[in-house]
């Protein structure tokens, strides 16, 4: 489901690559590359977030996790558009990720599943410690998709 501050998150991501294509990199030169780099750069800053009240659970903030939460959340669906096709190819997604669709696949989905858990878990959570479990899921999945498919 995408709120409207996902919604305007993706427009302004399509802004700034309008706006970048001169750069010179070879994935200026390829839209799905690009995006689904910035929004992996994203998601590692929201998980940061994420990841530093887990260590420090005197400084969970219940609102502030559950936008991280809800930042990645909103933005996933669209994540897994930025490697479909044969145009999308490249960049440091191993050729797995096209040879091996099914699995791939199967990947995104245990991370969606997991997402939506923290997700939902954030909205009544007052403690780190309510969302330890789910924090945990969600962040050990991004480490296997990575090591199965990222180069
Ligand atoms: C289903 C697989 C999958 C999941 C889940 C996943 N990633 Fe990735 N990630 C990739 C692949 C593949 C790449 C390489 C993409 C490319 O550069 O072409 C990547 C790249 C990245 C990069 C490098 C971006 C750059 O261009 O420098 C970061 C950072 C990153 N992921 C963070 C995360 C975080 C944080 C999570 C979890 C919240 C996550 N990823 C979840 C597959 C995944």
Same mark, same amino acid.
């Given at each position: 489901?995408?709120? @409207?501050?996902?919604?305007?998150?993706?427009?302004?991501?399509?802004? #700034?690559?309008?706006?970048?294509?001169?750069?010179?990199?070879?994935?200026?030169?390829?839209?799905?590359?690009?995006?689904?780099? +910035?929004?992996?750069?994203?998601?590692?800053? %929201?998980?940061?977030?994420? @990841?530093?009240?887990?260590?420090?659970?005197?400084?969970?903030? %219940?609102?502030?996790? +559950?936008?991280?939460?809800?930042?990645?959340?909103?933005? =996933?669906? %669209?994540?897994?558009?930025?490697?479909?096709?044969?145009?999308?190819? &490249?960049?440091?997604?191993?050729?797995?990720?096209?040879?091996? /669709?099914?699995?791939?696949?199967? @990947?995104?989905?245990?991370?969606? /599943?997991? #997402?939506?858990?923290?997700? /939902?878990?954030?909205?009544?959570?007052?403690?780190?410690?309510?969302?330890?479990?789910?924090? &945990?899921?969600?962040?050990? =999945?991004?480490?296997?998709?990575? @090591? %199965?498919?990222?180069?």
């Amino acid at each position: 489901m995408f709120n @409207k501050i996902a919604l305007t998150a993706a427009l302004s991501a399509t802004m #700034i690559l309008v706006g970048c294509n001169n750069s010179g990199t070879s994935a200026a030169n390829n839209p799905q590359l690009e995006e689904r780099s +910035k929004l992996m750069k994203d998601w590692r800053q %929201a998980n940061e977030g994420m @990841k530093a009240m887990m260590e420090n659970p005197d400084t969970f903030d %219940a609102a502030t996790f +559950k936008e991280r939460a809800d930042f990645i959340a909103d933005s =996933n669906a %669209a994540m897994w558009t930025h490697f479909e096709g044969d145009a999308a190819k &490249g960049g440091d997604a191993k050729d797995e990720v096209w040879t091996d /669709a099914e699995g791939f696949r199967a @990947k995104t989905e245990e991370f969606t /599943a997991s #997402i939506n858990a923290l997700s /939902a878990a954030a909205a009544t959570a007052t403690t780190a410690a309510d969302v330890e479990a789910q924090y &945990g899921e969600m962040a050990s =999945n991004c480490g296997s998709c990575h @090591k %199965a498919y990222k180069k």
